[in-house]
Structure formats: C-alpha cells, structure tokens
C-alpha cells in the first residue's frame, strides 16, 4: 500500500486554510466556497468521524499514527470488495513483498 498519491489526482476541498500546502504538490487541487462548516462534503465529514470514533474506541492511545491509518484504509475499502476477505488476504501475500517490522513503524 503506498502512502504516496499520484500528483494529478483530482482534490476538491472547501476552502479551509489548512489545505494551502496541498497547492505546491496537487495542481488540480480545487478549492470550492463552503459555508455549511463541511455540510457540502457529507462523505469526508462521515469518513473522518468514521475514523476518529474508530480510532478512539478501539485503540484509546496511538504511537505511530501511519499503520492505523493504513489498518482503517483497508478496512474502509474492503467494504467495496466483492472478494471475500480470507481470498484478498491470500491474493495480498501471494502479491506483495513482506513487509518488515522497522517498515511498519515508520
């Protein structure tokens, strides 16, 4: 699983100062006026409630924040895969290279 997006993604994001680092990278980041506090992006507001309320009530405290990141990724998506998930894991290790533990925690 890659961490890193392809620069010609398509972002769309209200208008929210913290998103002003993502223009130097993302060329197509659109930026669109929104004064419904995040109301005109109902999915991503789900999604990152979805996410803290997750992180909260299972894991209660977090070191390295990236493999829960990834954990919940996988765990978002598998919800639009079709193939069950013993067969994805089987797929996944015949697929991929094994993963370390020092690559892991970073």
């Known amino acids: 699983m890659s961490s890193v997006l392809d620069k010609q993604v398509k972002i769309k994001t209200d208008k929210w100062s913290g998103y002003n680092p ?7 980041l659109v930026q669109v ?7 005109d992006f109902p999915e991503l507001r789900r999604t990152i409630r979805n996410f803290k309320g997750w992180l909260i009530g299972i894991h209660h405290q977090v070191k390295h ?7 919940y990724y996988y765990r978002f998506n598998r919800n639009y895969i079709k193939v069950g998930i013993f ?7 015949v ?5 370390t533990y020092k690559r892991l925690i970073y």
């Not at 993502?22 to 197509?28: E, I, P, S």
């Not at 006026?33 to 109301?39: A, M, T």
């Not at 067969?87 to 290790?93: A, D, S, V, W």
């Open 33 to 39: 006026e929104s004064d419904n506090k995040g109301g």
């Open 22 to 28: 993502l223009k130097k990278n993302f060329v197509t």
């Open 87 to 93: 067969e994805n894991l089987l797929l996944r290790m």
């Open 65 to 71: 924040l990236q493999p829960y990141i990834y954990e």
């Open 95 to 99: 697929i991929y290279l094994p993963v």
